[in-house]
């Protein structure tokens, strides 16, 4: 790093406080709420309620104390599941992993919970993240597809693992995935969004991974954005006849600064384009 980026990043870290709550404050974190209307959600599925979180980045800013306030959250709300979308760490995964389960398990206790991991969580070791949310209880998306049932109807949760490490398997997924019914994906990086949409195999994919910048500009957007999430970095998109969502996120990489660009818990109430007497 030259001396002036040593010198910026001083700078921006002794901005980093005032700019950033330090204090657990949970009307810091904005819960997000989204109608969605998918044509192929079946009638069964009508008002199906679906959390994202992600991007908690232990090891950072968020800590053990901040990381059970997140939970304590997300557990109040009402929803059906629970989806997270990776980055669960940003390092130090031994040394935070029992309190992590410990907090998880209050998770999939209240909701069926289901993830992928990100490119942080493959970082820090794999295995070791694995094993938290096997220990907790969550079932991971391993390029795999897990389908939720109401009557004879169906929903499919569908999840690859991390694409910036080539981890994904788009193939295996769509070769478990029926040929009828909804279908929602949970990837890390947003931008795959160019590689899932033109299936047309998915109604909704969820992601996380660029923060939303974490630092947002009027008239600009995020100044910064990282692989991945680039052409995508925060809110909704139609992509072809697929909603993408990329979520902010409730954790930080490396600065601890976010700026216009709140922590999020996204809750999504999924309608369906098909009417019950059909």
């Not at 030259?2 to 901005?15: C, H, K, N, P, Q």
């Not at 999840?159 to 769509?174: F, N, P, S, Y």
């Amino acid at each position: 790093m030259t001396a002036f980026g040593s010198a910026f990043e001083v700078v921006i870290r002794t901005l980093a406080k005032p700019l950033y709550t330090y204090k657990v404050n949970p009307k810091w974190i904005e819960i997000k709420e989204i109608e969605l209307t998918l044509p192929r959600l079946a009638a069964e599925f009508d008002g199906f309620r679906l959390l994202q979180a992600g991007d908690f980045h232990m090891g950072t800013w968020m800590t053990e104390e901040r990381f059970k306030m997140v939970i304590d959250l997300i557990t109040q709300q009402q929803v059906d599941v629970v989806a997270i979308t990776g980055d669960y760490v940003s390092h130090n995964t031994d040394r935070h992993e029992d309190a992590m389960i410990a907090e998880l398990k209050k998770l999939t206790a209240t909701f069926p919970t289901y993830s992928v991991l990100g490119n942080h969580d493959h970082w820090s070791g794999a295995d070791n993240v694995r094993r938290i949310m096997s220990a907790s209880g969550i079932v991971e998306l391993r390029n795999q597809v897990h389908t939720l049932q109401r009557g004879g109807a169906q929903l499919h949760l569908a999840g690859i693992d991390d694409i910036w490490e080539h981890k994904e398997d788009l193939d295996q997924v769509l070769g478990m995935l029926p040929e009828d019914g909804c279908a929602i994906l949970l990837s890390h990086e947003p931008d795959y969004a160019g590689v899932s949409a033109p299936t047309g195999r998915f109604d909704l994919q969820i992601s996380g991974h660029s923060h939303g910048g974490q630092m947002v500009l009027p008239f600009i957007g995020p100044p910064i954005r990282v692989p991945g999430g680039i052409k995508y970095p925060l809110g909704q998109y139609q992509i072809e006849d697929m909603v993408l969502y990329t979520n902010r996120g409730l954790g930080t990489s490396t600065l601890p600064i976010r700026i216009n660009c709140r922590p999020e818990i996204t809750i999504f109430t999924l309608h369906s384009g098909v009417s019950s007497n059909e």
